[in-house]
Nanobody, 120 residues
Framework: VQLQASGGGMVEAGGSLRLSCAASGFTLDYYAIGWFRQAPGKEREWVSCISSSDGSTYYTDSVKGRFTISMDNAKLTVYLQMNSLKPEDTAVYYC??????????????WGQGTLVTVSS
């Protein structure tokens, strides 16, 4: 089971980025995929999750209405569309897989991070 996160970069406040989490070694049908982030000097924070059971999505309050998580089973990829980015969204973003399917954790498999930098 491997996860590969990509799509990070530098953007101005108000801009958009789309992160991708590509899975290999397993299908997404039996996993929930979550996104986490860790800002400099802060603890890792859960951001969003999508459940493979019914496609339910969940977001932390600070990104609701701005971020959208989606899953493409055929491409074995989960996306995090991030709009209206703010400087406080600056962090290393990680994707992780939960084999419980329902976004309840724990997350057993982690990808490497991708850095998102939002300038003011």
């Amino acid at each position: 089971v491997q996860l590969q996160a990509s799509g990070g970069g530098m953007v101005e406040a108000g801009g958009s980025l789309r992160l991708s989490c590509a899975a290999s070694g397993f299908t997404l049908d039996y996993y929930a995929i979550g996104w986490f982030r860790q800002a400099p000097g802060k603890e890792r924070e859960w951001v969003s999750c999508i459940s493979s059971s019914d496609g339910s999505t969940y977001y932390t309050d600070s990104v609701k209405g701005r971020f959208t998580i989606s899953m493409d089973n055929a491409k074995l990829t989960v996306y995090l569309q991030m709009n209206s980015l703010k400087p406080e969204d600056t962090a290393v973003y990680y994707c992780a897989a939960d084999d419980g399917r329902y976004c309840l954790g724990p997350y057993d498999y982690w990808g490497q991070g991708t850095l998102v930098t939002v300038s003011s």
